[in-house]
């Protein structure tokens, strides 16, 4: 009886445990602290987690969009006055570096008419995931509902891409799993369900992938940053940063999620190309 009462002692305190963490929130994570967690410490500001959260969505993710449309409309000047500088060049070898890139999953002849999205999606992707490693920054791409509105766009593209380029009645008979025989056809309504299982399944996976990652990547420095944390005066602390080591690792993880959801994006739009056509 002893150990039983002992299990469900502490299968209470666990319950509870469970109950105080649902109250506090993300609170209970350990984070890197954006700007507006800053201000909320020295008293600026007094709001919740999730207002924080939902403020450092919004502001940082509209920071990085103008971030990139600040180098690009440098790098466009740049162009025209002095197309030999080297900031143009860099630019310049980036974006031929992702063509050819993509180039290479959905053709060459294709990728004048993609290049547009799945390039825009790596560099937008890769400047949040960075954005978190800096100092008072903030990773909008460990946000779900971020991720969810770039799949969803994706989504919407592959589908409009698919009906534009093959049809209604090819649509259809793809969903249908191409059936060329009596037991195929008699199939066909199970693989038209799973195949519209899998065009909704696809975004979801795209989203919960960068999520986790990202996430998993900014409470990892979260916690090592946070690790020794010595008290001066009141709420001041002074936190003996043990994050260093990480930092490559994070770097690294931020450029391969910024490629794999965008590289699975070009594939995507690729299976939705006519597959009679030759695209390379």
Not at 125 to 151: D, K, R, T
Request: glycine share 10%; charged share 10%.
């Amino acid at each position: 009886m002893l150990p039983t009462v002992l299990v469900s002692e502490h299968g209470v305190e666990a319950a509870q445990g469970i109950e105080q963490a649902a109250h506090e929130g993300a609170h209970a994570i350990p984070e890197l602290p954006n700007w507006y967690v800053i201000l909320n410490d020295l008293g600026v500001i007094h709001w919740d987690h999730k207002q924080i959260q939902d403020a450092a969505f919004i502001t940082y993710s509209f920071l990085v969009m103008v971030f990139i449309i600040v180098v690009v409309a440098l790098a466009k000047r740049g162009m025209a006055m002095r197309p030999s500088s080297r900031f143009y060049i860099a630019v310049e070898m980036l974006m031929g570096g992702l063509r050819d890139f993509f180039g290479g999953v959905l053709g060459h002849k294709e990728i004048g008419r993609h290049i547009w999205l799945v390039g825009t999606l790596f560099i937008y992707i890769l400047c949040m995931n960075l954005n978190g490693m800096v100092p008072g920054g903030f990773a909008p791409s460990a946000s779900i509902g971020m991720n969810l509105g770039m799949a969803a766009i994706v989504f919407l593209y592959v589908q409009y891409t698919n009906f534009s380029r093959n049809g209604f009645g090819k649509w259809l008979f793809h969903m249908l799993g191409s059936p060329n025989d009596k037991i195929m056809w008699g199939l066909s309504p199970l693989f038209f369900v799973l195949h519209i299982l899998e065009e909704f399944i696809r975004p979801v996976s795209l989203s919960l992938r960068l999520f986790g990652n990202i996430l998993g990547k900014d409470i990892l420095l979260g916690v090592f940053i946070g690790l020794i944390t010595i008290p001066v005066v009141g709420w001041f602390k002074v936190m003996i940063p043990l994050h260093w080591p990480f930092l490559f690792l994070a770097l690294l993880l931020s450029i391969i999620q910024a490629l794999i959801f965008s590289m699975l994006s070009a594939v995507y739009i690729l299976l939705a190309l006519p597959h009679g056509e030759e695209h390379h």
